[in-house]
């Protein structure tokens, strides 16, 4: 099993670099092409971040290994709000825009319920795919409206974390070497969800743990490796601000661009049935962690130290529960 380990560290090295080289090249070439950093920060950053959890759900499925592809999505939104928010608050107490409680965290939690109730029937098919795909398209246009919006009203804050985001990531002038990034980028993360989810299934076998397991630990924790690179960034810099939004979004695009287009490409079956699998309660736990932030900062718009052990104590916990069941 040594040598799947190996593979399986390969794998997540891959998925980290090339969705950085992808991210990076993409933008550049953006950039070039002059098209607004809003639009750069809503699209290509934001499915560059989520490139890993895309290419694994996609590779899972297509291999027949559905429930790591759907492990993977909600084990990753656990893990982004219960762990990398509660350990960047932990560091650093996190003050957010109020726009970001009373609008974008209430539409994570809308969508977080609307998988559970698509879910319900232990199928997520094509027509389901591609409404959650349409779905994808009206919040990122949404979200490039509200941008806009409050940049004209002169309260761009939302607009700005978005401007900001694209000149971090830095800027390649060479077309050639921006093609080339893409090219690595997506190679990369291609050939590192095909080793991970390989290894993750042979450590599966191994050790005599489910899908489901190995989706909501294993991998989700991998495959969100970058959201945890730009939420440690951030916390140094003092801008959490931007990263919870940030983690946010990552929540909403993981189930309507990854479950979404993974089931438009070949529909996916929950082996056993939702209830009898007990996936029903990973989702339970995906909303309510979703929740959390929102009830812990509607008065003051600030996430503590105290809230942010709580989400810590809360991903413990969960983790010893899949262990224990595991």
């Not at 399986?8 to 950093?37: E, H, M, Q, T, W």
Request: glycine letters at 10%.
């Amino acid at each position: 099993m040594g040598l799947q380990i190996i593979f399986c560290l390969i794998g997540f090295s891959l998925l980290y670099f090339g969705a950085d080289y992808l991210v990076k090249g993409s933008s550049s070439l953006a950039r070039s092409l002059n098209i607004s950093p809003i639009v750069i920060g809503l699209t290509i950053v934001a499915f560059g971040t989520s490139a890993p959890e895309l290419v694994i759900s996609i590779v899972s499925v297509i291999k027949g290994k559905s429930m790591i592809a759907v492990g993977n999505v909600v084990g990753s939104n656990i893990c982004n709000i219960a762990l990398i928010l509660g350990l960047s608050s932990l560091l650093s107490p996190i003050r957010s825009h109020p726009m970001v409680i009373r609008r974008d965290i209430p539409i994570m939690i809308g969508i977080s319920i609307l998988l559970l109730l698509l879910s319900l029937n232990s199928h997520i098919g094509r027509v389901e795919g591609l409404g959650l795909v349409i779905g994808l398209v009206c919040y990122t246009y949404l979200n490039y409206y509200w941008a806009r919006k409050s940049k004209e009203n002169g309260n761009g804050i939302r607009a700005k974390a978005l401007t900001d985001e694209v000149p971090e990531i830095g800027y390649v002038q060479s077309r050639s070497r921006q093609l080339g990034m893409i090219v690595a980028g997506v190679a990369g993360v291609v050939l590192g969800a095909e080793l991970l989810v390989d290894a993750a299934v042979s450590i599966m076998a191994a050790l005599g743990v489910g899908e489901k397991f190995i989706g909501l630990t294993v991998v989700a924790f991998g495959s969100s490796l970058p959201e945890l690179a730009t939420s440690a960034m951030a916390a140094v810099r003092k801008e959490m601000d931007i990263s919870i939004g940030n983690l946010v979004g990552s929540n909403v695009f993981n189930i309507l661009s990854v479950l979404g287009l993974s089931a438009t490409i070949r529909p996916i079956t929950i082996p056993g049935g939702f209830f009898p699998s007990g996936l029903w309660i990973d989702f339970l736990v995906m909303i309510v962690v979703s929740a959390l932030p929102y009830f812990m900062m509607r008065k003051t718009c600030t996430l503590s130290r105290t809230n942010g052990g709580t989400l810590l104590a809360c991903y413990a916990l969960y983790l010893g529960f899949l262990i224990f069941k595991a």
